[in-house]
Structure formats: C-alpha cells, structure tokens
C-alpha cells in the first residue's frame, strides 16, 4: 500500500512564527503535492514537485515556500504564519509519466490554527 | 476562468441509489476524478473518465459526456459507511488538477 503520512495531524501556532509541514511518501514517488483545503472551496493547488530539489508554484503560492531535498520527502514553510493560513493541508504523492496522471495518494492532513 | 461544479450537500436512504452530478469548465481536458473523503481523512481514489461513456466499479459507477463537460457519480445500493464528501476534479490541458469543493453525501437508515 502507498503510504503518504504528514509529521503532524492537529497543529496550532502564533501569528508571525515560521512552520514546516513534512510530508513523506514511501513509494519513490516522482510527483508530490501540496494542497489546502477551506470549507466551500475545492482543494487548491499551494506548490508541486516533480523531481528532487524542482518546484514549481500552484495556484496559491502567496506565503509559502517548499522544499524537496530527497525523493520521499516535501516539506511545506510557512515563513511568517498569519491567521488566513489557518486551514487544513494535505500532501499528495503520485508515480512520475504517464502514470503519475492517473491517480494522487493523500496523506491524512495537518490540520494548523494560527492564533 | 476555471470552474467545477457540484452540488453542495444531498441526502439518500441506506439501500437506495444516488447520482451526484458535476458540469466542469476549464482550459482543456485531459480526466476527470472522482475521490470520497470521510470527515477528517484523506480523499482517496474512486475512479477516473478520460472517454465518454459509463465506467462501472462494483456498486459505484462514473460517467463522462466531454460535449457536455458533465460527469456523474452514480452510488448503489446505499451503506451508511458511504457518508462522506465526494470530490470531483478535471485534469486540464496542463496536467493540473482543478477540484470541485465536494458534494457531502448524507446516508439516513
């Protein structure tokens, strides 16, 4: 079974403090993925990679930075966290080629509430 | 602009059948996803529609008119384990996927 896990499920800080979100895929997975998700809205698209230490912005990159330094691991920062950052995050993984379009493995989400 | 769209919330009875429907607009097409989320865990992987036409997968089955830019999700024989959000997504001309922001599926026994 693929295996995305996120380094924490429940996650609370204060305004102005950095956060990092990790992510690890046991898959060797090409392609990973960071989303958030709001109520009423779909998930939207933070930042992707598709190969070790590339990355390329979605459609929400304002705030956050990422960094992919091995295969299996993509960490999410938040450099300055502010209170519209309070959301839940999900990391998603997928194989890289013609594969790597037909299916994304979540992990479980890092739910952050930023005071 | 791109744009998914599905219902909010619908509600079934254990046993029945439910179709839960979603039009799409987007800068190309290249799939269409369908994903079921339980509260508070991660979507996992219900099905996928690159041709038009019906794809069936035991008591769930998808399907896809491109001409129309609609899909649909069609659930049997209701369980109350399929409470949750189903999400809708559309792979557009660049490979990125667009979400619908999910239709939550109530199960009454």
């Known amino acids: 079974d693929v295996k995305v896990t996120q380094s924490s499920r429940y996650l609370v800080k204060r305004t102005g403090e950095k956060v990092f979100l990790e992510c690890v895929q046991d898959m060797d997975h090409e392609n990973m993925f960071w989303y958030r998700q709001d109520p009423g809205l779909g998930l939207r698209l933070i930042y992707f990679?598709?190969?070790?230490?590339?990355?390329e912005k979605g459609d929400i990159p304002e705030g956050y930075s990422v960094s992919r330094e091995k295969k299996e691991r993509f960490s999410l920062i938040l450099e300055s966290a502010s209170t519209n950052q309070t959301s839940m995050y999900l990391c998603?993984?997928?194989?890289?080629?013609?594969?790597?379009?037909?299916?994304?493995?979540f992990g479980p989400g890092t739910r952050l509430t930023v005071l | 602009g791109q744009n998914i769209d599905q219902p909010t919330e619908m509600t079934a009875t254990e046993g029945a059948i439910v179709q839960i429907n979603c039009t799409y607009q987007?800068?190309?097409?290249?799939?269409l996803f369908w994903y079921q989320q339980h509260a508070g865990e991660a979507p996992t992987f219900l099905s996928y529609n690159v041709l038009d036409g019906l794809e069936e997968k035991g008591r769930f089955s998808s399907f896809l008119s491109r001409s129309k830019g609609y899909s649909y999700l069609l659930l049997k024989e209701l369980q109350m384990k399929d409470s949750a959000s189903y999400l809708c997504?559309?792979?557009?001309?660049?490979?990125?996927?667009?979400w619908g922001a999910g239709t939550k599926l109530i199960i009454k026994p």
């Open positions: 987007t800068s190309g097409f290249n799939g």
């Open positions: 998603a993984s997928s194989p890289g080629g013609a594969e790597g379009y037909n299916e994304q493995f």
């Open positions: 990679s598709y190969d070790v230490k590339m990355k």
């Open positions: 997504a559309v792979r557009d001309s660049n490979y990125q996927l667009i």
